[in-house]
């Protein structure tokens, strides 16, 4: 007859799913050297600049309502309706009415 079949011990329970203190993934998520990439550039700003891109993206809302409307696109839920807005008022009157409704 053939060799036995060795087993290999993997972590797993015998219904398949993995013991409490084991990982499916050991070695972890593999690395975006993009990701990697930005981050060295925004350090490398943050040092020459001693301001962070976030606070300069900030201070440029405070001086320029496209710059606020396209910020609060960003961060505010989709859900709510100020896609539309193309003034800052219209944004301000569009966010009032969201909370009015619950949206956020």
Not at 33 to 54: C, T
Not at 57 to 75: G, P, S, T, W
Request: net charge positive.
């Amino acid at each position: 007859m053939g060799d036995p079949v060795k087993q290999v011990k993997t972590g797993r329970t015998k219904g398949g799913t993995w013991k409490k203190g084991c990982s499916g993934n050991p070695n972890g998520r593999p690395h975006k050297p993009e990701i990697d990439d930005i981050r060295e550039a925004l350090a490398i700003v943050r040092e020459k600049y001693d301001k962070s891109f976030l606070e300069h993206f900030v201070e440029r809302a405070y001086k320029n309502d496209q710059v606020a409307i396209a910020l609060a696109k960003k961060i505010i839920p989709e859900k709510t309706n100020i896609g539309g807005a193309t003034t800052l008022a219209q944004m301000m009157k569009d966010l009032a009415d969201a909370k009015e409704a619950g949206e956020i």
